[in-house]
T-cell receptor, first 113, second 111 residues
Framework: SAVISQKPSRDICQRGTSLTIQCQVD?????MFWYRQQPGQSLTLIAT?????????ESGFVIDKFPISRPNLTFSTLTVSNMSPEDSSIYLC??????????FGSGTRLTVV | GQQLNQSPQSMFIQEGEDVSMNCTSS?????WLWYKQDPGEGPVLLIA?????ELTSNGRLTAQFGITRKDSFLNISASIPSDVGIYFC???????????FGDGTTLTVKP
């Protein structure tokens, strides 16, 4: 399966600031996704990162708050904008390729103070 | 949106025992996936199921895609301490590729 490098692995940020999380896959993949996992909870899909076009957001998530880029088939970024303590969570990048299956990055543990 | 009911929520078992967990949904899924998550890590895919009725094994793990496409189970045989972790099921929409996750089963194995 594909290998995903996600960074930063963790960060502590001031409220009102923004953080950009990077996701690099070691091979070209068909689809990339961003998930959020709040402490002790399951994973919730934020959006599907579309290559060369705007991301597709799930209900409850909007582009202004979580802008996403995917300039090519191996890289994507998620920005958490204007952060508040409620944004403290683990953010996970995932990739899918029919030949390689599903893979997750190790996650970015974000704490907003 | 689609929701999955995963049970049990947690399990405490003795090393060597077999484990069974399952997921059900009111919606049909085209794929069923089972993941394990260790602390501080992202989920790792254990088994992927792509066809209704499919039964697949991966070592001591066995999973089945229910005939109705609304459920799946995961069995772990002869559990060992390193099986400890949180197990998630996920239903996948093959066209969109995205997955809906269950709430997880926390497994504790006592040596």
């Amino acid at each position: 399966s594909a290998v995903i490098s996600q960074k930063p692995s963790r960060d502590i940020c001031q409220r009102g600031t923004s953080l950009t999380i990077q996701c690099q896959v070691d091979s070209q993949v068909t689809m990339m996704f961003w998930y959020r996992q709040q402490p002790g909870q399951s994973l919730t899909l934020i959006a599907t990162a579309n290559q060369g076009s705007e991301a597709t957001y799930e209900s409850g998530f909007v582009i202004d708050k979580f802008p996403i880029s995917r300039p090519n088939l191996t890289f994507s970024t998620l920005t958490v904008s204007n952060m508040s303590p409620e944004d403290s969570s683990i953010y996970l990048c995932s990739a899918l390729d029919r030949g390689l299956g599903y893979t997750f990055g190790s996650g970015t543990r974000l704490t907003v103070v | 949106g689609q929701q999955l009911n995963q049970s049990p929520q947690s399990m405490f078992i003795q090393e060597g025992e077999d484990v069974s967990m399952n997921c059900t949904s009111s919606s049909i899924f085209n794929t069923w996936l089972w993941y394990k998550q260790d602390p501080g890590e992202g989920p790792v895919l254990l088994i992927a199921l792509y066809k209704a009725g499919e039964l697949t094994s991966n070592g001591r793990l066995t999973a089945q895609f229910g005939i109705t496409r609304k459920d799946s189970f995961l069995n772990i045989s002869a559990s060992i301490p390193s099986d400890v972790g949180i197990y998630f099921c996920a239903g996948g929409e093959s066209n969109a590729g995205k997955s809906t996750f269950g709430d997880g089963t926390t497994l504790t194995v006592k040596p």
